[in-house]
């Protein structure tokens, strides 16, 4: 059974500060990771994709791959309060491609 | 617009009934999946289908079934095989090509069953 792990949080981070959201996956040969966010009551919202190692930056956001580890990992910038959310790391299988397992979520609050 | 709609965003069914959800979509994607959440859980996958007139079963298809006669629309009945039919369901879509395996989701439905 492929699997997606995350700490179900909840996260809590002063307003202003990096919040950092980890992820690791089992399928070795997947190669193609996202994270959604998801407000309370709605549904999921991607906010990145990454396919490579390394970073990949969008405004506040950055994601950091490193598949040698297994490991995923999304950083806030400047956390505001809007950021408040679930996260959830999905990643694609290698045995098709079309597929994604997602995380269970990680519970992110940021407080003033 | 471009978008995926689902409809309604609220159901509510007796147990022993059938229930179809909607999915449309005008994103022009060939891709289109049906997820269920619980709560405090992450997304499980019911059915999925690549293409027009295919479909595959997801790991909890058992007690669900889809059509896909048009590219842009995805119906899902849950049927009263279904044990804990009470969940909030997602409709998604995507158009695999190359890397770009990007999954898009509708607002949801939430269904009750009592």
């Known amino acids: 059974q492929k699997e997606v792990e995350q700490n179900s949080g909840p996260l809590s981070v002063p307003e202003g500060a990096i919040a950092s959201l980890n992820c690791t996956y089992s399928?070795?040969?997947?190669?193609?990771f996202f994270w959604y966010r998801q407000y309370s009551g709605k549904s999921p919202e991607l906010i990145m994709s990454?396919?490579?190692?390394g970073d990949k930056e969008d405004g506040r956001f950055t994601a950091q791959l490193n598949k040698a580890s297994q490991y995923v990992s999304l950083l806030i910038r400047d956390s505001q309060p809007s950021d408040s959310a679930t996260y959830l790391c999905a990643v694609g299988l290698y045995s098709s491609a079309s597929k994604i397992i997602f995380g269970s979520g990680t519970r992110l609050s940021i407080r003033p | 617009d471009g978008g995926i709609t689902q409809s309604p965003k609220y159901l509510f069914r007796k147990e022993g009934q059938n229930v179809t959800l909607s999915c449309e979509q005008n994103l022009n994607h060939d891709a289109m999946y049906w997820y269920r959440q619980d709560p405090g859980q992450g997304l499980r996958l019911i059915y999925y289908?690549?293409?027009?007139?295919?479909?595959q079963k997801g790991d909890i298809a058992e007690g669900y079934s889809v059509s896909r006669e048009k590219k842009e629309s995805f119906p899902l009945t849950v049927t009263s095989a279904q044990k804990n039919p009470t969940a909030f369901y997602l409709c998604a879509s995507s158009n695999p090509g190359g890397q770009n395996y990007e999954q898009y989701f509708g607002p949801g439905t939430r269904l009750t069953v009592t």
């Open positions: 399928d070795r040969g997947s190669q193609s």
């Open positions: 990454i396919y490579s190692n």
């Open positions: 289908s690549q293409i027009v007139n295919d479909f």
